[in-house]
C-alpha cells in the first residue's frame, strides 16, 4: 500500500496521470555564463534535452525564441490550460529531466497550481515568476 511519506508513491501516482494538457516551452536563444552568440546556443541544447525527457510522455516540449527573461540565463515555462503558468531561470543545459518531472507533477494539481512538494529544486530556486489564468483575474474597482 502507498503512503504519503514514500517517495515512490508519488512518483508512481505521476506516472498513470495524463499529462496531456501540460506544455513545456524552453526558451532556445539563451546564451550560456560565456554569453556566446554562437551556435547552438545553450538554450537549443536544453530544448533537447527536455525533449529527450519527455521522450516517453504525453507531454508537448516547445521552443521560442527568448522568454524576456534574459538576466536568469537559461529559460522556461510550464503552462496548462486553465492553470497559472510558471517562468523558472536559472537553469542548465541538463535541467529537461526537471521540467519533465515539473510538467507530471502540475498534471497532478487539482487547484492550477504548480506544488511546491516534489518539485525539483531547480524549479524552486528558478522560480521567476508565476501568472495566473486569465479565468480568476479580477477588475480594479
Ligand atoms: S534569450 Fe532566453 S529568455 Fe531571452
Do not use: H
Not at 556566446?36 to 534535452?49: T, V, W
Not at 490550460?81 to 521540467?99: A, I, K, M, N, R
Amino acid at each position: 500500500m502507498k503512503t504519503e511519506a514514500d517517495p515512490t508513491a508519488l512518483a508512481e501516482d505521476i506516472r498513470d496521470l495524463d499529462v496531456s494538457d501540460v506544455t513545456v516551452i524552453v526558451c532556445s536563444s539563451c546564451r550560456d555564463e560565456t554569453a556566446s552568440d554562437a551556435r547552438p546556443r545553450a538554450g537549443e541544447f536544453l530544448a533537447q534535452d527536455t525533449a529527450r525527457a519527455a521522450a516517453s510522455e504525453n507531454i508537448r516540449v516547445r521552443q521560442v525564441e527568448c522568454l524576456g527573461n534574459c538576466k536568469r540565463r537559461l529559460s522556461a515555462a510550464l503552462l496548462r490550460d486553465g492553470c497559472w503558468s510558471y517562468v523558472f531561470g536559472d537553469l542548465t543545459t541538463e535541467s529537461g529531466p526537471d521540467l519533465i518531472t515539473g510538467a507530471k507533477l502540475f498534471a497532478t494539481a487539482t487547484d492550477g497550481i504548480l506544488p511546491w512538494r516534489g518539485r525539483p529544486d531547480s524549479l524552486k530556486r528558478g522560480l521567476v515568476a508565476r501568472i495566473p489564468p486569465l479565468a480568476i483575474v479580477k477588475d480594479i474597482s
